[in-house]
């Protein structure tokens, strides 16, 4: 591998540079219109428009990705995070035209691309999943189904989501009465009035696990800790969990296992639900390298970018199960650009006084410079700050002590610091007691 | 009007998710448009940043804003499309109110149809709308780049077998 093309942008986009020029590989980064003066842009070996503003005409438009790779003579193509990083055919494509496609194989994507042949892979290797039923068609198996599964259930529409024709039902005697309304919201909200049901797990902890692969071993990297979202966005992650060593131990190496069953090669991350009594359940995998990835890399030393570079060379795995070794902790928060105090509204603006934080355990990744334009095609993302410390109490004092030091400002600009500055301060936060639903319940927000 | 008050106005596009806003009164004229695929600019001079911004940070992006009355298109204002491309400054310069043919794919650059067939077009020749001007090779597909206009070739900017980018320059053309 001598130049790597990359098809992402932003932050994600510098870490690949970085990364690549570290190895002695060359870098081409592909940008639309709207990030000709972007940092990864600036920083690259080369660089080559692709398309205009809109992801789908330029980091979604596979034609001119391949092109780009073809006319600057790119051997391969990192995809980062997002756009085409979960596309099976465009892996499949790169194959064809020979550049090395740097992250899991079609085969791998394809086997835990949608929930459902996910679930089905997991039960096949052995590791739970939350349980639940398919479309149910009587009260009767409705409440056998809640029986066997134990209250409390919730009721779910097979069209459905955003809540619609959802149910919580804690006792029978709540069951058929719910069923109906269900049928009935999910009818009104779908036109089918079709519902299944699942085990509702209370107050649960999101805990996912880094893996690498290399086809034949797996090796997982501990977990992280991403309890702290709102509505499905990851705002602050940390690793190590609060959880128990054996919880802890067990997540993982279901997770290994799991990807192990599939051949996985690269980096990739397995999303678990754990519930108070600490018994746990596979979600989804992620095949690609994830936003949260610096905190592992704080506390394990290694580079996860770095070695999905190796993987994608064919270098086998380097590293036994038992050398990795964790030390200390790591927080990060991401730096949005969004106004918390207006319901996280994106916020664009230039960029006019820009100081990063430092010192020690401080890492920052940010493609922000003094007079950059935040262009308002994509996602918020600006910056990811990353604390590590020996223990997790000196690593949320140092995370507090970093944020008191930045300074992102611009015309009209806000961005989520404040937030997160209350999210440390938070005495249940402090304490480790986080679960996806922190933020609406003790933030009320 | 003030920086200000033009910010307002540009916050409030973003905000609304209006693309396009023509604006006149006694003293000026501002038209501002939002993302959008506009193929074929013709920017103030002036505005256009330079080709390559030098990695020294920070890089001020220009913002347009001083004079009123010389508004339109407002480059590097928030939230706006600039559609400057490389090169595209010192090419306007050989020919005020030429038309630039902008490649619209990625691809390789070929002025012929085959190795050894003429090119489809010289400087000085005469072109109609809708005639092939050259071939973006993408993916090992041909496609045919056509004229917008119709006028002269003045300059052919790209060299056969050169890559190209999305939005590069490839042809000037003084419209008739």
Not at chain 1, 330 to 339: G, L, Q, W
Not at chain 1, 394 to 417: D, F, H, N, Q
Not at chain 2, 25 to 51: C, F, H, M, N, S
Not at chain 2, 57 to 83: C, F
């Amino acid at each position: 591998m001598k130049k790597v093309l990359i098809a992402n942008r932003g932050e994600i986009a510098l870490r690949i540079i970085r990364a690549a020029k570290e190895l002695g590989i060359k870098t081409v980064v592909a940008h639309s219109t709207a990030d000709e003066k972007s940092l990864p842009v600036l920083l690259a070996d080369e660089a080559i428009c692709i398309g205009p503003p809109p992801s789908g005409q330029s980091y979604l438009n596979i034609p001119n990705l391949l092109s780009a790779a073809i006319v600057t003579g790119a051997d391969a193509i990192h995809p980062g995070y997002g756009f085409l990083a979960e596309n099976a055919t465009f892996a499949e494509m790169c194959r064809d035209h020979g550049i090395t496609f740097i992250g899991p194989t079609p085969e791998n994507m394809r086997a835990l691309g949608d929930k459902a042949t996910a679930r089905k892979v997991a039960r096949e290797a052995g590791v739970p999943t939350v349980p639940g039923t398919d479309e149910l068609t009587s009260v009767e198996e409705a409440k056998r189904a809640a029986q066997e599964i134990g209250y409390p259930v919730i009721l779910k529409a097979s069209a459905g989501g955003g809540g619609r024709g959802m149910r919580l039902v804690h006792t029978e005697e709540e069951l058929e009465r719910a069923v109906q309304q269900a049928q009935e919201e999910a009818r009104a909200a779908f036109g089918n009035p079709a519902i299944y049901l699942e085990k509702y797990i209370e107050e649960p902890k999101h805990i996912e696990i880094q893996v690498l692969g290399d086809g034949e071993n797996v090796i997982h990297l501990w977990e992280r800790d991403c309890s702290i979202q709102r509505r499905h966005q990851k705002l602050l992650e940390e690793a190590p969990s609060t959880l128990p060593w054996e919880t802890r131990k067990a997540i993982a190496e279901a997770a290994a296992r799991l990807a192990r069953h599939v051949g996985y090669v690269s980096a990739g991350t397995l999303e678990f639900l754990v519930d108070k009594e600490g018994n746990f359940y596979f979600i989804e995998m992620n095949t690609r390298i994830q936003v949260e990835h610096p905190v592992t890399e704080m506390i394990t030393g290694i580079d996860l970018v770095q070695a999905q570079f190796r993987i994608a060379m064919g270098e086998k795995l380097w590293l036994k199960q038992e050398e990795v070794e964790v030390r200390g902790h790591a927080i990060e928060v991401r730096v949005n650009a969004e106004d918390p105090e207006k319901g996280f509204r994106p916020s664009i603006g230039k960029v006019e006084t820009l100081l990063f934080p430092g010192g020690p355990g401080i890492r920052v990744d940010s493609h922000l410079y003094a007079g950059y334009q935040i262009p308002p095609h994509y996602d918020s993302l600006i910056a990811k700050i990353i604390a590590w410390a020996p223990t997790r109490e000196e690593a949320i004092k140092r995370m507090e002590r970093a944020l008191s030091e930045t300074v992102i400002e611009g015309p009209g600009l806000k961005t989520t610091i404040p937030f997160h500055q209350k999210v440390l301060q938070n005495a249940f936060f402090r304490r480790g007691a986080v679960y996806t639903n922190f933020v609406a319940r003790r933030m009320e927000m | 009007m003030t920086p200000k008050e033009l910010k307002q106005i540009l916050q409030a596009l973003v905000e609304h998710g209006v693309s396009e806003l023509t604006l006149e009164t006694p003293d000026y004229k501002l038209t501002v448009r939002r993302g959008g695929e506009v193929q074929v600019v013709a920017l103030p001079q002036g505005i256009a940043a330079p080709a390559a911004p030098p990695p020294s940070l920070p890089t001020p992006a220009p913002t347009g804003v001083s004079a009123p009355g010389n508004l339109a298109p407002a480059a590097g204002a928030p939230g706006l499309e600039a559609q400057e491309a490389k090169g595209a400054k010192e090419a306007k310069d050989e020919c005020a109110g030429c038309v630039e043919v902008r490649a619209p794919i990625v691809g390789t650059f070929y002025r012929a149809p085959a190795p050894d067939a003429p090119p489809y077009v010289e400087e000085g020749d005469r072109v109609e709308k809708g005639q092939v001007l050259c071939i973006i090779e993408a993916m090992k597909l041909m496609n045919e780049i056509e004229s917008e206009v119709s006028g002269i070739v003045k300059k052919i900017l790209v060299k056969n077998g050169e890559p190209v980018e999305y939005g590069q320059p490839l042809f000037l053309i003084q419209p008739l």
